[in-house]
């Protein structure tokens, strides 16, 4: 039965729109014309005869001489044309060569960003406001444990201090899950989407084989992971879905990572601070006991929760609990307080970038 409630959520979240901007479909071989009133844009493909004429105030098209109308129209934001993802499938793929549409494929799935670049900056023009929250695991999905103790717990109490941190800095905030309830991966960024959030933020403790194993690294999403120990943490963490991929087509293939593709450098931004906050903190609070907290830094791998996110979203894993120093700290209120407090610190730097152009 969950199986069956999971596939069906699936599919529901699958069916609704993604977006694919216009700037990423013209380096992968299409070329665009905008009018100078910006309210036609003229699409065409390698073969000149294969072009497509896009009204952009109303839902409609002429394809290749014959006048359709779109399952949804065109988006504008800012600079950006964002195509819907049925209209794409529909009027834009077939346009693209074979090769193109490989080309494109490889983009999406590899996105190439400098996660460790020196200064952390934004390149969003949008305001943050809205952070969306998301406790990791929860219900019959525990996540890491030890003992009697469940990673699901303290992701629950860590996201609730987060919120009431950012909530303190001026941000709304809004949940996964406030309770101990199982929720599907893909649920929690439709959720965030339908919240209209600004931010992303999935909150973990991680684990390893090694008791000697400790301190926290922040992740954005990748298709391949920064190295084989990134990947399998990924592994772990998305061990609870069952994915369907593989009876997706090609091209659902490629859109299955568009909608963060889009946001990745600002995900790598939020990053970059969250993990600088997050790390300088503890330093600060473990100073006088002489303990050491570990800058394991900002990372790759292919987080599925992250992966549908369409907007900057990061995955925190704050310690670990195999670990004893981490676990007990881990649990320690005054430490937890500290710690949500330098998540939140992270969003507000990020937020401040962001304003400054
Ligand atoms: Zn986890």
Known sequence: MTILIYLLSFFCAYAEAAEIPLSLLTKHGLHSYLEPQRSRLLVEGANPDAQSLFLLDVPYALVQGQFVGLPEPLLVKGSEILFPMQTAELYLFPLLSETERKSLAAEVQSPKVDVNKGDPRCNSVRAVKKVFIDPGHGGNDLGTKFGSLFEKDITLKFGILVAEELRRRGFTVSFSRTKDV????????????????????????????????????????????????????????????????????????????????????????????????????????????????????????????????????????????????????????????????????????????????
């Open 182 to 357: 199982y929720l599907p991966l893909d649920i929690r960024s439709t959720l965030a989407k339908k919240w209209d959030a600004d931010l992303f933020v999935s909150i973990h403790m991680n684990s390893a084989p090694s008791k000697d194993a400790h301190g926290t690294e922040t992740y954005i999403l990748s298709a391949d992971g920064t190295d084989a120990e990134a990947r399998k943490l990924a592994l772990i963490e998305n061990s609870i879905v069952q994915k369907a991929s593989s009876k997706q087509s090609a091209v659902q293939d490629i859109l299955w990572d568009m909608e963060q593709t889009t946001y990745l450098q600002d995900s790598a931004f939020l990053a970059s601070y969250i993990q600088k906050q997050v790390v300088q903190t503890a330093h600060e609070f473990l100073h006088a006991k002489k303990i050491e907290w570990k800058n394991r830094g900002v990372r790759q791998a292919p987080f599925f929760v992250l992966s549908r996110a369409a907007m900057p979203a990061v995955l925190v894993e704050l310690g670990y609990l195999s670990n004893a120093q981490d676990r007990k700290l881990l649990t320690d209120k005054n430490f937890q307080e500290s710690l949500a407090k330098a998540v939140a610190n992270g969003v507000k730097q990020y937020e401040e970038a962001c304003k400054a152009h």
